[in-house]
């Protein structure tokens, strides 16, 4: 199921938030994911400097995970409002603010393009993972320049895709989908690749920008002070045919396809027989892996 398919599933936005993003993780990798999403919100929340009664906006909340860091950051006399398009997951973040008795905590559905907020209304606005998926991200840090006070603070993290590409290492990238393969599955695993790429509505936005876009686009919107942190790692790793297998089924993004699907759309019958290969042609295989991240602070005048 992808695309219109990912549709038909309900709200695909809640569905892998809650559900499908740790699919394929077991054991130490699901505790290395959780471990890693607190410490990109910590560092998002540090960027900030939230203070006691501040009112903060979190863009593309989700499940909540900035959000109530937030609220505990601004205390009893602040507020935060999490924003996103997605219903099902605003009520899980109402629930997580309300067990945790954060009542400063409240939920509005809304798009990052067109924010439900008065003008100069709020003295920080959050984003974490957001822009990514945002086809016009210039409109949406528009939006947070407008909403935001004179004064007011903007903390975001954004993963950098295109890093990748841009690096131009030899050999084949691990991080590109599907991971490396041998010579003999490299037409069909390249028809896949396609297929899940045209398939996953959000893959250019994903890949259309790096750090100096990030920057470029606060600037544009008026926001001074811009500084960005960016980091990027590369590792080499043997892969594992029970890696392979467990990535088979996963969904990297709520409206991408699973490879699966996609080797189903690209081969049809063929799927079956390549995907077994591929799973087998992982094993020992090493992988580069690349992963690149900023995070970026700016602030809007005072003056």
Known sequence: MAGSDAEQRGDPWA?????GRDAHLEGDQLQAQCSQLHQIRDRVLAGARIREGDSVL??????GLVSLGAAASA????????????????????????AAGLAAVRCAAGDATRLPLADSSLDVALARSVLIYIPDKQAAVTEMYRVLRPGGRVSVFEPVNSAAARLQLPGELGCQPGGPVPGQLRAQHEQVTAAFRALSRRWHPMMDFDER????????????????????????????????RRFLDARGNP?????????MH?????????LQAYVSSQEGRVRTDVHAFAFLTASK???
């Open 266 to 274: 690209a081969l049809g019958p063929g799927a079956g027989a390549y």
């Open 15 to 19: 569905e892998w938030l809650i559900r």
């Open 301 to 303: 005048s005072a003056g």
């Open 213 to 244: 876009d990030l920057v470029r686009a606060f600037a544009v919107a008026g926001f001074e002070a811009v500084g960005v942190e960016y980091e990027i790692l590369v590792t080499r790793l043997p892969g594992t045919a029970e890696q392979a």
């Open 255 to 263: 409206t991408a396809p699973t490879w699966i699907e996609a080797a």
């Open 58 to 63: 979190d863009v593309g909340a989700g499940t």
């Open 75 to 98: 205390g009893p006399a602040g507020r935060v409002l999490a924003v996103d398009i997605s219903l099902p997951a605003l009520t899980r973040c109402r629930s997580e603010a309300g």
